[in-house]
């Protein structure tokens, strides 16, 4: 599985009895998504968070965040959550016809934090 970085932009609709992404523009390619394999979601690095480093003692005297009164930092970035749909998809012709050529198997992510899409893993 090849991993990647790139933007995507997404439609969602049903794909099958699933909500979720039914159309992704990667590369400047139209890919139909024809079934969704799995979802999850997944949260952020916590750990190599402001916040934490602060906790521990290891961040810098500046660190930002916000303190609940008690001496303990408070941090939205602690509960960041993205969503990852593993999708089949294919492109043109092959959208509708049985797998092959033009299908493959892609990770698209939602990050709730910026409201964007994202292509994180694909085998093509």
């Excluded at 979720?20 to 024809?34: H, I, S």
């Excluded at 602060?54 to 993205?82: H, M, N, P, Y």
């Excluded at 092959?94 to 092959?100: D, L, M, R, W």
């Amino acid at each position: 599985m090849r991993r990647y970085d790139d933007p995507v932009e997404v439609r969602k609709g049903m794909v099958g009895d699933t909500e979720g992404p039914e159309q992704f523009l990667w590369r400047g390619r139209l890919w139909k998504v024809c079934d969704v394999v799995a979802h999850w979601v997944e949260t952020g690095p916590w750990w190599q968070s402001s916040g934490v480093r602060a906790v521990l003692g290891t961040a810098d005297s500046g660190a930002a965040g916000e303190s609940d009164g008690g001496g303990v930092l408070v941090r939205s970035d602690l509960a960041a959550e993205r969503e990852v749909w593993r999708v089949e998809a294919a492109r043109g012709l092959a959208a509708s016809g049985p797998g092959g050529a033009g299908r493959g198997v892609f990770d698209l992510v939602f990050d709730w934090a910026t409201g964007s899409w994202q292509l994180a893993r694909c085998v093509d």
